[in-house]
């Protein structure tokens, strides 16, 4: 299992390193909403010129909000993003999605072919969930056809949210090929 190696790793890192004691309200009183994706691991940091304790970082797959927890603003990033803004500090935030997303144009064969291989049945999942038919279930996994729509519309969701202030909420896509920024929607 690859937890063991991540396990035999820690057990030297803590042995070697001493991490300097800092507070968990970000310097920058800034929060990111960013992809899962393992790429930016690293490099988004780096690209962005973020240390440790600088910014919260919320990664969601696609750096999305799927489409049925939208409409009421009441969803998981949401949740953070109160916690961030009422209990840390957090003053500014940016969505930063990026180019080449395994959520943007997601396959619905390939999902359908990789939920029957783990023993998961979609049409079962379909019906108990209601989601209507394979479209439905790429709605919920927050697929998305155009990154520069995607970023605007959550950036979006988070402006509108009742349970949020009026503070900058941007839109930016990092290419993840470069690491170059670009501004969507300044907020
Ligand atoms: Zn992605």
Redesign the pocket.
């Known amino acids: 299992m690859r937890i063991d190696e991540i396990l035999a790793f820690n057990e030297r890192f803590v042995e070697q390193t001493h991490l300097p004691t800092i507070g968990h309200t970000p310097r920058r009183q800034m929060a990111v909403v960013t992809?899962?994706?393992c790429r930016l691991v690293q490099m988004f940091e780096q690209a962005l010129g973020l240390e440790r304790g600088d910014v919260l970082e919320l990664r969601t797959a696609?750096a999305t909000i799927s489409e049925e927890e939208r409409e009421d603003g009441a969803n998981d990033l949401i949740r953070s993003l109160a916690g961030g803004i009422y209990l840390l500090g957090v003053r500014e935030v940016a969505v930063i999605g990026?180019t080449h997303?395994?959520?943007a144009h997601a396959n619905s064969t390939a999902l359908i072919a990789s939920m029957q291989a783990l023993g998961v049945d979609p049409q079962k999942l379909i019906a108990q969930e209601e989601l209507g038919d394979t479209q439905g279930l790429l709605r919920w996994l927050g697929a998305f056809n155009d990154v520069h729509v995607n970023v605007r519309e959550v950036v979006n969701v988070i402006r509108r949210s009742p349970y949020l202030p009026k503070i900058p909420v941007h839109g930016l896509v990092i290419d993840i090929i470069t690491g170059k920024l670009e501004t969507v929607d300044r907020g």
Do not use: P, Q
């Open positions: 992809c899962m994706d696609g990026h997303c395994g959520l």
